[in-house]
């Protein structure tokens, strides 16, 4: 952009220099108004003015004489519906908003009859506002403000608010603001209208001091001292023009101007974004407005806590939900021999470390797998007691339970490792009935040495009754004989039984891990599929996994992700619709705003940039609110019992949705606010 403007720009320059072409060059401009009920009021008629560079000209005239609107014409604010008007040598008639912005940050510096200051602005900022759409560095822009305030006698007035500043010192900082892009040309519509005597003459001094560095200026007043000290009067009446005084030439090329490069979508020109709408934001807390701003935010933050505890308790519940429903957990496959068909005692193929392989190699999935190998009636011995057992050689590969098969919970001691299963240490779990048959005395059996097919195992845990087994005995006899027959066993390492023990390596069962509980359906059915190509017939194995528990766990999850899930969602429309509803009523509120700023030179994309940045930075601010809320109350939780579990995740998503709602939500005001035409955003006082 800079590129191709700085040449016509140049040859601006040559065209001021010429005493023959006019700076400005207006040739029979109308401006019809369409009033409600369409009424047409011919505002200004056929007005030609020329107005060369250095000038000081009054525009006097009536109330209703059409002096505003020929200001507004000139100063790019609002364009004529007929007629012709250079500016610079160029003609402009016909030009989009963009380009017309263009020129007003290029060439224009307003002054008007309300200082028309942004009021959460200090007068610094307000002077830099100019610059901020020039694409002028924060530094710069600071200096220039600095350097500009001081000249109009305002330099320790810099960091006030406009609230804190008398009407004149308010106006002043307007001329400061109009100069802050150059200010080659000052329209100042009655800028002493609503300033006493002593004010006024302060502010008209500055002007007519600009006037002698060059400086262009136009002003309206029906103050007769103003027009006195003008060169040039020009009298409007009915949207004619009735008298000129002459045109008074000048030579002085006026303020340079400077556009810089970096405007938008830079990284400083987010930054400012960001940064003005926490300008924004902290004024509307500071001001009246505070319940208007604390509410959408809150809400939006009770949404981005609700999403973010949907996600930590449905994970936390699936987890917890898991470990109690399968002592192996939700991931694992028991696979064992039909009762009576096949198996150790039985000749012909049963299960083989071989079939292990085979799953281990051609199941996706497989996290690790427990093979287990049983034999009933084994005699052991203590001391002088003598028993029948089953022996369990069995390794927990897999469970993430800490348990051992079936649920086994040990009354004391410990379980059988890995590492005692690799090196085949002769160790032994023993369940509680053996343990009565063994040690009569009533001694810990920790420690002591048994006997199992006259080979020493040291006990190294001992197990707790289980009774889980037997509960649906027909009789309370019949139950207690089944339960101490269950409970007379004893475990010891898988390669323990299988090399040292028993010499066999067919398999009673085995449990396969898996790594992720929803392959568990998909691969009990390859595992069926496998072992009936290798062992050619279905009915020498059962399987068993959490199938169906393990689908209303799934469900408990989807229950807690669509009942919590929707509410976060709710509340997170409710948040943004009440944002999107402040903002859309706050545009005609702020009408005034959007007026100055365009004034200044915002283009239209800058102001709805801006509308978005605020609607964003509520949500980010709602989201931030959220997620303390969310983390305090996952906190709380845990310290409860209560399932949940505290992940990245739990914070990210929730936050991003709430931010892309902000932006969706803020495209309604932010259209509305940039449709907004200078003028009409600053007649609405
Ligand atoms: P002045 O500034 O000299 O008092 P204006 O330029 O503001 O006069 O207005 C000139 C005429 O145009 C007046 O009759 C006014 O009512 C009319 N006018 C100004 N702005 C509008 C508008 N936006 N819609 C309709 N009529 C307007
Ligand atoms: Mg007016």
């Known amino acids: 952009m800079l590129g191709k403007a700085a040449q016509p720009r140049g040859s601006v320059q040559q065209n001021e220099t010429s005493v023959e072409s006019p700076l400005l060059d207006l040739g029979k401009v109308s401006r019809v108004y369409r009033a409600e009920g369409g009424v047409r009021v011919r505002a200004l008629k056929d007005v030609s003015l020329q107005v060369h560079a250095g000038e000081f000209v009054c525009i006097t005239g009536p109330s209703g004489a059409g002096k505003s609107t020929l200001m507004n014409i000139i100063g790019c604010m609002d364009q004529a519906d007929s007629g012709s008007y250079r500016l610079a040598g160029r003609e402009v008639q016909g030009f989009g908003t963009g380009a017309l912005a263009l020129l007003r940050r290029r060439f224009f510096g307003f002054v008007f009859q309300a200082a028309n200051l942004l009021e959460s602005y200090t007068a610094s900022q307000n002077v830099q506002l100019p610059g901020l759409y020039a694409g002028m560095s924060r530094s710069r822009r600071q200096r220039r403000a600095t350097e500009l305030l001081s000249s109009l006698d305002l330099a320790t007035r810099a960091e006030h608010l406009p609230s804190e500043l008398s009407g004149g010192e308010q106006q002043r900082v307007a001329v400061a603001r109009a100069l802050m892009n150059g200010g080659r ?83 400083s020109a987010i930054l400012e974004l960001v940064r003005g709408s926490w300008t924004a934001l902290r004024a509307n807390l500071g001001r009246g407005t505070r319940l208007h701003t604390l509410l959408p935010i809150l809400c939006i933050g009770i949404a981005v806590c609700v999403g973010a505890m949907t996600i930590s308790l449905s994970s936390g519940v699936y987890r917890q939900a898991s470990e ?76 993430q339970t800490g348990r051992g098969p079936s649920s086994y919970l040990l009354e004391s001691g410990a379980p059988i490792t890995q590492q005692e299963d690799d090196s085949m240490a002769q160790v032994a779990v023993i369940g509680a009935t053996t343990r009565k048959l063994l040690f009569p005395s009533g001694i810990d059996p920790v420690g002591e040495v048994i006997l199992i097919e006259n080979r020493p195992f040291r006990v190294k845990g001992v197990l707790r009754y289980r009774s889980g087994l037997i509960k649906d005995a027909p009789s309370a006899e019949l139950a207690r004989e089944l339960g101490d027959m269950v409970n007379n066993e004893i475990f010891v390492p898988y390669k323990t039984a299988a090399f040292l023990l028993f010499e066999s390596e067919t398999l009673s069962d085995m449990v396969v891990f898996m790594r992720d509980p929803d392959q568990v359906l998909g691969a009990a059915s390859q595992i069926r599929d496998l072992l009936i190509s290798r062992l050619g017939d279905d009915v020498f194995f059962l399987m068993s996994y959490p199938g169906e528990a393990s689908e209303k766990a799934m469900q408990v999850r989807t229950w807690l992700w669509l009942g919590l899930g929707s509410i976060a969602i709710i509340a997170l429309l409710a948040g943004n619709l009440v ?107």
């Open 324 to 399: 109690k429903i399968n002592s192996f957990g939700l991931d694992a496959i028991s696979i064992y021999p039909t009762p009576g068909r096949a198996g150790p005692d039985r000749p012909g193929r049963s299960l083989t470390h071989e079939d292990v392989a085979a799953i281990e190699n051609q199941i996706g999935g497989v996290r690790a797998i427990s093979p287990s190998l049983k034999r009933y009636g084994v005699g052991v011995r203590y001391g002088g007691a003598n028993a029948e057992a089953q022996v369990n050689g069995f390794v927990d590969r897999g469970s």
């Open 579 to 685: 944002v999107m509803n402040a903002m859309l009523v706050s545009v005609s509120a702020r009408k005034r705003e959007i007026g100055i700023r365009l004034a200044v030179g915002a283009r239209r994309r800058d102001i709805s940039r801006q509308f978005l940045a605020e609607a964003v930075t509520v949500n980010v601010a709602g989201g931030l609110l959220g997620a303390l809320l969310a983390l305090t109350a996952v906190i709380g939780l845990q310290s409860l019992y209560v399932a949940a579990s505290i992940s990245l995740w739990m914070f990210v998503a929730p936050f991003a949705c709430s931010a892309i709602a902000g932006a969706l939500f803020g495209i309604a005001p932010a259209r509305r606010a940039a449709r907004l035409t200078p003028v009409v955003a600053l007649a609405s006082e």
């Open 185 to 267: 040309v000052i329209l100042a519509d009655e800028p002493t209208g609503a300033l006493d005597r002593e004010n006024g003459e302060e502010v008209l001094k500055k002007l007519e001091h600009l006037t002698a560095q060059g400086h262009t200026v136009i002003v309206v007043s029906h103050n007769p001292e103003v027009a006195a000290r003008a060169r040039r009067q020009i009298a409007l009446q009915d949207g004619r023009l009735v008298s000129d005084s002459g045109g008074g030439k000048s030579a002085l090329p006026g303020g340079a101007s400077r556009e810089e490069s970096g405007g938008q979508g830079t990284p």
